[in-house]
């Protein structure tokens, strides 16, 4: 999607695409539920804990590091492998996306540059800056060894990645009329199809995804995480989505925000099991 056109606010737009809407009140409908549980009443920061715990496994799970969400509790060093190292990017994103959300609505391009030193941590003068012209992508070294990349697609040029994340920060900054969900498909979307740092893109883009949802209002505790759903969705979803966001086309733009509005959904109905476990004294 192009962000740099002249609409005012071109993401209004989306809103009326065929089935958005419904995936609007669907996604409303089901943090509403969480919201509503008695447990949020009284235990709602065990519920953001685990959620941001799972969330992360989630995200890790896209990225080439598929682990059992005990092994992730578990586990206090994230050192020892390709795999852990992608566990701990994961952690260490969800931990801090909710320490940005006051600096995003102001400076997006800020946020995203500390979210990748945050995921990249150790790899070198490329950390926390876009690409550029020549160098390499690869999401993680244990998505390059889990096979074919998940994000196929022609990796755009240094200087549209350029214009088009200038375009996103504009947008974000002027806020609009659109509903969460579809704000955040967008980040989201257009985050993973530029891919513009040289690694850790999904990671990235999945954190901006909450900071927005979270930001937002829809979900202020961050106990919905769509990292859970997109991972329960699986990569083949997930790709095959994002190839209708990159399409541009009215009918992919619509598959897109009603993947990443089941995702929500997803995250949100694990949320409320943790409520009823934690109900029975099971968790």
Known sequence: MSTTGGNADPLAALGSLPGVAESVESVRKAVDRVYGHRIMRRRSN???????????????ALSGADWALEEVRRRADFSGD??????????RL???AGQLLSIWRQSPLRVLARLHLVAAADEGDAVGRPRRDGESVTESAASAAAGPPLIGLPLPSTA?????LDGL?????????????VTAAIVHGELLALRPFGSHNGLVARAAERIVLVGS????????????????????AYASALEGY??????????WIAHCGRAIELGARESTAVCEALQRGAA
């Open 169 to 181: 920060a504009r947008l974000v900054i002027a806020g609009g009329s659109a509903p969460a969900l």
């Open 46 to 60: 065990a519920i953001t804990s685990e959620a941001a715990l799972r969330g992360a496994r989630g995200s890790a």
């Open 82 to 91: 390709d795999e852990a190292r992608v566990v701990g990017s994961a952690l």
């Open 94 to 96: 969800t931990a801090e």
């Open 217 to 236: 209002g829809l979900d202020p505790k961050s106990v919905c995480p769509a990292e859970v759903g997109h991972g329960e969705l699986g990569r083949a």
């Open 246 to 255: 990159v399409s541009g086309t009215p009918e992919g733009m619509a598959t």
């Open 160 to 164: 549209e990645v350029e214009g088009r």
